[in-house]
C-alpha cells in the first residue's frame, strides 16, 4: 500500500519550485542538444536529474499556501513559538519544508528533532525531544498560528 505524504509549503516557495525546475529542464536539454560528453558533464546531469525528481516530488505533494486552522494545534504550516524549559528563551519557526521555504523565519521540519517534538502540541502543552548528542530538551508551546496569519501580522 502506497501512503502519501502531502508538505505544506508556501505559495512563494511553490513559484521558486517551479522557476528552478523550469530552469533545471532547460540546462538538461541544452547539455543534450550540444552533446555534452564526458565523466563530468554525465555527473552534472545525473545531479540535475536528481533534483528535477525532487522538485517533482515535492510539487505533486504539495498542499500550497492552505493555511491550517486557527486552532493553536502545532502542524505544518503554522508559526510556532517555544520556550525553551531550561533556559526560558524563546524561538519561532515555521512548522514546514526546511530548504524550501526563504526569508526572516527559521524553517523546521517534522522529521527534526524538535518539529516531530511540537508536531501536534497544544498552546501550553510541554513536549521533550533528543538532540543528536543524546542530551534532552524540554520546550512549552507558546503560540502556534498559521503562516498566513503571521505573515501579515508581522507586515
Known amino acids: 500500500m502506497t501512503s502519501i505524504n502531502q508538505v505544506w509549503i508556501s505559495a512563494q516557495a511553490h513559484e521558486r519550485l517551479h522557476q528552478e525546475l523550469a530552469a533545471l529542464r532547460d540546462l538538461c536539454s541544452t547539455a543534450a542538444e ?3 560528453t564526458g565523466e563530468n558533464a554525465t555527473a552534472i546531469q545525473r545531479a540535475r536529474q536528481k533534483r528535477i525528481q525532487q522538485i517533482h516530488d515535492l510539487l505533486v505533494n504539495a498542499v500550497v499556501g492552505e ?3 486557527d486552532d493553536g494545534v502545532a502542524e505544518p504550516g503554522m508559526v510556532v513559538t517555544v520556550r525553551f524549559d531550561d533556559t526560558g528563551e524563546t524561538e519561532s519557526f515555521l512548522l514546514g519544508l526546511r530548504g524550501v ?3 526572516d523565519t527559521e524553517v523546521f521540519s517534522i ?3 524538535l518539529g516531530a517534538a511540537v508536531l501536534g502540541a497544544r498552546v501550553g502543552e510541554r513536549r521533550a525531544y533528543r538532540l543528536p548528542s543524546g542530551a534532552e530538551l524540554s520546550v512549552t508551546v507558546l503560540t502556534a498560528v498559521p503562516y498566513g496569519l503571521h505573515k501579515a501580522a508581522a507586515s
Open 111 to 113: 522529521e527534526s528533532p
Open 101 to 103: 521555504e526563504h526569508g
Open 34 to 36: 550540444d552533446g555534452e
Open 67 to 69: 493555511d491550517p486552522p
